[in-house]
């Protein structure tokens, strides 16, 4: 059987749900439109799942990797945060509103996850776990089983990820993962009945 992104979100979901009892999980959601976005106890994981290995360096290429490498520090106060308008002072006067980067720091920062982990097939784990390890440690790792007969056990955590920011996941957060899981679920539906 070949592993592609259904069957490791369908794997992710009973893992967490499952065995982390995790009340908050929907896929296709967020700010970033992550794979998997989920509430751990008080934290938010964002959770991106790679079948090969160019799809799994070509993320690198996303904003999102640039905000989640600063500190919430930086993010906030360092890079002078108008909390009012959302928009860094500095970029917006030195490139104008639209420009890319006063548009990239835009972003509520209830999306920006606690943690951060890659799900990829077995074959996968070793270049990846090395690529992580040299490039962005903070990251976490999650390995995709095939051959095993509980769904929740499918999946294997090769990497721990570390903390980003210690800030508690927001309720606008939960609120909107709520919203997500509810759609979700009215499309699923909506095909058993089709």
Partial sequence: MSINSKYCKAVLFSYYRFTYQVG?????????NSDMLLV???SLIEVEIKTSFADFKNDFKKDKHVIFNRSLKENYIKMGLDKKQH?????????????????????????????????????LVPRCSEFLKNNYPQYGLI????????????????????????????????????????????????????
């Fill in 24 to 32: 908050y999980i929907a896929s296709e959601c967020g700010q970033f």
């Fill in 143 to 194: 390995e995709i089983l095939e051959e095993v007969m509980h769904w929740e056990k499918r999946a294997k955590v090769i990497r721990k990820a570390k903390l980003l920011h210690n800030r508690k996941a927001h309720s606008v957060t939960k609120k909107y993962i709520v919203n997500r899981m509810s759609s979700e679920l009215a499309n699923l539906w909506q095909k058993r009945i089709k």
């Fill in 40 to 42: 751990d106890k008080d």
């Fill in 87 to 123: 928009l860094f002072k500095p970029y917006k006067k030195r490139y104008g509103r639209d420009h890319k980067l006063v548009r990239l720091f835009k972003i509520d920062m209830a999306f920006i996850p606690n943690k951060f982990y890659f799900a990829v097939p077995t074959k």
